[in-house]
């Protein structure tokens, strides 16, 4: 199905690896102009060298921390009207004991997983309503909705970001300009590999038999990680021009892991 979103403007902050990376190939493939940005500029060119050669897209690419005033001045400088805008970043680190959590660590994740995307939505949301299309993707986590103490730094800064998108998105949506959260579980992403990687090291087993021990252990029903090309595929159908009525909502995509009957 087509999309209906060639020559549209997007911009994907965190875009060189992992989920962001998945989702900016899939709305390259979409034929849109596309700008990602990621603090590594090794990674980031060669991602989007990657999905110029692919996809036959322009991609702009703009090395800058998106967590920072600087960092989004010098993205919004570049793409200061996208009419996708999709924002990510990389896993929070595990917390085993909350009591260890820091203050610093508190101000450095709302930071990254709060006040970045408050900041490019209240940039950008206003040229959207003018032009009458937007699509607004925060991919953030499960934990955000279904807490953890391993994800104390993950969640409780993506749980505020849902309750903020609902609360804004009604106030846009007249404009066909939509705000939705995607909530990813455990996908095979740049620093998951490293994680599971890592941990696989120090036990002495493969990274595929680290990855099974925790599909076991979390009961994941789908019985495997999710990959980002399926990831990205489910957010650039949630930036397409057909995703006008669906605002305001967080989407589990988890394997099934979670449990609710809604
Ligand atoms: N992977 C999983 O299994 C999993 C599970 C649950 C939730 N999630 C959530 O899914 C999201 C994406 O995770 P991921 O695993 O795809 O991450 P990832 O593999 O680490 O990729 C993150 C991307 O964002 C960029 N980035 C990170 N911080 C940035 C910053 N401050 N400014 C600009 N770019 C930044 C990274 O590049 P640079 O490092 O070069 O900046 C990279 O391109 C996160 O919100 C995470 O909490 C993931």
């Known amino acids: 199905m087509d999309l209906g979103i060639r020559g549209r403007r997007a911009l994907v902050n965190g875009g060189s690896a992992g989920l962001g990376k998945g989702s900016a190939k899939a709305l390259a493939a979409e034929g849109v102009e596309l700008y990602i940005t990621a603090r590594g500029k090794e990674r ?3 991602t989007a060298e990657e999905i110029r050669r692919d996809t036959g ?3 702009v690419s703009i090395a800058a921390n998106h967590a920072t005033v600087e960092g989004r001045e010098k993205i919004l400088s570049v793409c200061p009207a996208p009419d996708i805008l999709v924002g990510t970043c990389s896993p929070a680190p595990f917390t085993k004991d909350f009591r260890e959590v820091t203050v610093a660590q508190w101000e450095e994740h709302l930071s990254i997983g ?3 995307p408050i900041e ?3 940039a950008t949301v206003d040229g959207m309503c003018e032009r009458g299309f937007g699509r607004i993707v925060n991919i953030s986590t499960g934990a955000s909705k279904f807490p953890n103490e391993l994800r104390t730094l993950s969640g409780p800064p993506r749980a505020a970001l ?3 998108t ?3 998105s009604k106030s846009v949506a007249k404009h066909n300009v939509t705000i939705n959260n995607l909530l990813p579980g455990m996908h095979h992403t740049a620093t998951a590999e490293q994680r599971f990687g890592e941990l696989a090291k120090e036990r002495g087993i493969t ?3 680290m990855v099974q021990e925790w599909i076991d252990e979390w009961r994941i029903p789908a019985d495997r990680f999710g990959n980002i090309d399926e990831f990205g595929a489910m957010c650039a159908a949630f930036c397409s021009t057909h995703a006008g009525y669906i605002t305001g909502q967080s989407l589990v995509i988890d394997g099934g892991l979670s449990t609710s009957t809604f």
Request: charged fraction near 15%; proline fraction near 0%.
């Open 166 to 168: 609902v609360a804004i």
């Open 120 to 122: 490019f939505i209240r």
């Open 162 to 164: 849902s309750n903020y």
């Open 57 to 59: 897209a322009t991609v």
């Open 44 to 46: 980031l060119e060669a």
């Open 114 to 116: 709060l006040i970045s």
């Open 207 to 209: 990274y595929t038999e």
